[in-house]
């Protein structure tokens, strides 16, 4: 029993010989920090024959220089590098890459000495990565993932303010004033608990209190931070679930670089953080322990739109280029793409035409003032139940490039526009954007357009025209993008279009109305022939559902359609040749006298006005018509056709109808002569407003002038 007492013989290591594996662990991530170092240092892109640059290095030296500390990183330059540097970036980056930044900030020193009087010091260097590999979903995103690297992609659908996140904080004592310095936090939204004892000794003071240590904010070192909500693709969806939400974290240079509406491929940190604790009112307090909530803590951002037209289907490869260009150089490539709008609805040629000008869109024009005039073309179906117009809106949504389909009905101003919502965690406000926003770059469809409430539509009416989506909130609102063609549908006042009643069938505000760029009215008419053909398609359709695989004969595929689309909204801007914007100049001066005669002789303003914005609504659809066919000028052929869909001869007949019938009452009398003589002069009339008919000799000439 000698040396019972002895203090030194009963000694355990209970954390399993910490010393010896700390040593091994730190001489490892000294090893990683100095491959990361090579690699920074040596990696170039050339070759010995054409010449070579250091591709980091350079890069690291003009961002320094320009007082931007950060350098991007592609992750397959490391793994041509060094196969196993890659794989551990992959497989554990919360440990490698503050490694990385480590080396990034070791190699800034070297390549940026001497640096001036005042800057010795070398600042901090965040490392972005960038990879090419495929992005995975967010619904893939399971418990194995957690502290691995994944690739994201996503709509952004609100943004909180930038804010400021210690990542050293200086501690001091309530009790003893002692200060604990420089103490490091993780990265993320883990957060730091403080500690409960002060471990100083205070031989002969009173003991300090539990949970004494407060923060000193100025001895604190901050970076931004912002929280983003990332909301997977509309197309990326199952049918009949909602779409998922992820929370981001973003932080210094990575703040402020997406706003609500970018489609962003997101590369990031699948990390977990507590989450917060539920009132537990009668329930079991332990209930939710050891639950963690996920985000991604952000470490790459790629915006992959600007919002001038997103290929959803990926970037066109050349051989795929070669079959959409001898596609725009077939004869009918109009009538084609055309008759390619919904096959399976019989009929209504003019309005699937304009259907195709609204998904092509004209082309954007920034002045050099600074102001914009848009390129998307918005239209307006009105007319009978069952006369497909839901059926259409569904097929724009499912063949644009970015489509969203809202309803009228449950929409309001902020549904379709952008609304305020306060944050949860700082109570502060943030703006979510809504369907107009989410589809930037692309169409918005909305139905049952004539059962949202006048104050909505007029709240929604701004964005239709000079495209930015504001904030009701602020006095100097800011703006998102919202650059996006609208598609609406409605029924007339009376359910039925009523022949009788004419103008009184649109129940809209002409404020409205004039800024759709055409406006179609679909009549359900009751035609023995008609109805037989219908009825014969509606039966094949219904008859052949299951069985036709192939598509008909002259049609494009939906999935060359969509890529068609995306293909020429990215690559061609057409604009107006000299004689065709001489014609229509000549064409909308006679519009306008028309318009004025027709107020003059009928003793009431016109629903929709000529204006300059019906113009610019004819060029748009005339520069619609050269896109489809990759032409870089509108000549004549297309302004023609442009009139020609804007101008609907139904409007005019149903206002000589409503005149005639206003002529007079039901089992009254009226002379034949007469009626014969006012309808003469409505047609005319007509025919001066197309530019058919001019009056000569002091108006007791009519002169034809084509």
Known sequence: MSGFDDPGVYYSDSFGGVEAHGDENTAKRSQIKKRFREFLRQFREGTDRTGFTYKYRDELKRHYTLGEYWVEVEIEDIASFDEDLSDCLYKLPTENLPLLEEAAKDVADEVTRPRPMGEESVQDIQVLLKSDAHSSSIRSLKSDLVSRLVKIPGIIISATAVRAKATRICLQCRGCRSVISNIPLPPGLQGYALPRKCNTENAGRVKCPMDPYFIIPDRCVCVDFQTLRLQEAPDAVPHGEMPRHLQLYCDRYLCDRVVPGNRVTIMGIYSIKKVAAAKTKGRDKSAGVGIRASYLRVVGIHVDTDGAGRGATGSVTPQEEEELRALAASPDVYGSLASSVAPSIYGSEDLKKAITCLLFGGSRKRLPDGL???????????????????????????????????????????????????????????????????????????????????????????????????????????????????????????????????????????????????????????????????????????????????????????????????????????????????????????????????????????????????????????????????????????????????????????????????????????????????????????????????????????????
Not at 600 to 620: C, D, H, K, M
Not at 651 to 661: A, D, T
């Open 372 to 706: 914009t005039r848009r390129g998307d073309i918005n239209l307006l179906m009105l007319g009978d139940p069952g006369t497909a117009k839901s059926q259409l809106l569904k097929f724009v949504e499912r063949c644009s490039p970015i489509g969203v389909y809202t309803s009228g009905k449950g929409s309001s101003a902020a549904g379709l526009t952008a609304s305020v919502l306060r944050d949860p965690v700082t109570r502060g406000f943030i703006m979510e954007g809504g369907a107009m926003v989410l589809a930037d770059g692309g169409v918005v469809c909305i139905d049952e357009f004539d059962k949202m409430r006048e104050d909505d539509r007029v709240a929604s009416m701004k964005p239709w025209n000079s495209r930015p989506s504001l904030s009701p909130r602020p006095a100097s609102p800011p703006t998102l993008n919202s650059r996006c063609s609208v598609l609406a549908a409605a029924n007339s006042v009376f359910g039925r279009w009523d022949d009788t009643k004419g103008e009184d069938n649109i129940d809209f505000m002409p404020t409205i109305l004039s800024r759709f760029d055409m406006i179609f009215i679909i009549k359900d008419h009751h035609d023995q022939q008609r109805d037989m053909t219908l009825a014969r398609h509606v039966m094949n359709v219904h008859l052949s559902a299951h069985t036709q695989t192939e598509a008909v004969e002259g049609e494009i595929p939906l999935a060359t359609y969509k890529k068609y689309i995306a293909y020429a909204r990215v690559k061609c801007g057409p604009r107006l040749s000299a004689g065709a914007a001489e014609k229509l100049k000549n064409r909308y001066v006679v519009m306008r006298s028309g318009a004025r005669e027709h107020e003059r002789e009928s003793g009431q303003a016109g629903l929709i006005p000529i204006t300059v914005r019906q113009l610019e609504a004819v060029v748009r659809i005339a520069e619609s018509l050269a896109k489809m066919k990759l032409q870089a000028v509108a000549g004549e052929e297309e302004v023609d056709e442009a009139l020609r869909l804007f101008q609907e001869d139904q409007e005019m007949i149903s206002r000589i109808e409503k005149q005639l019938k206003r002529r007079f009452a039901i089992g009254s009398q009226v002379s034949e002569h007469s009626i014969i003589q006012d309808f003469t002069k409505q047609v005319l009339h007509l025919m001066m407003r197309r530019g058919e008919l001019q009056h000569r000799m002091q108006r007791k000439v009519l002169y034809r002038v084509k």
